[in-house]
């Protein structure tokens, strides 16, 4: 399920989660987190789901919190 701050799809038994804040470098917002929370969540009980990919949009993949 995509949110403002993540985009997930599957890719076979694969779930790739790319953090979508590239304005911002991907820095972790409280609302980004408890969307990987919910996300992390929702896979864990899909047994189709083998393994995650966090990715980041843009060029860095991830630059800190804020």
């Known amino acids: 399920m995509d949110t403002p701050d993540l985009r997930v799809d599957r890719l076979g ?3 790739r989660v790319t953090l ?3 304005e ?3 820095a972790m917002s409280r609302a980004m ?3 990987l929370r ?3 969540a ?3 009980t899909d047994d189709a789901i083998r393994v995650a990919v966090v990715t ?3 060029k860095p993949s991830r ?3 804020e």
Do not use: K, Y
């Open 20 to 22: 979508w804040r590239p």
């Open 33 to 35: 987190l408890e969307a």
């Open 63 to 65: 630059s800190g919190g």
């Open 42 to 44: 929702r896979g864990a």
């Open 13 to 15: 038994a694969v779930m």
């Open 24 to 26: 911002s470098m991907n």
């Open 38 to 40: 919910d996300t992390f």
């Open 56 to 58: 980041g949009a843009g």
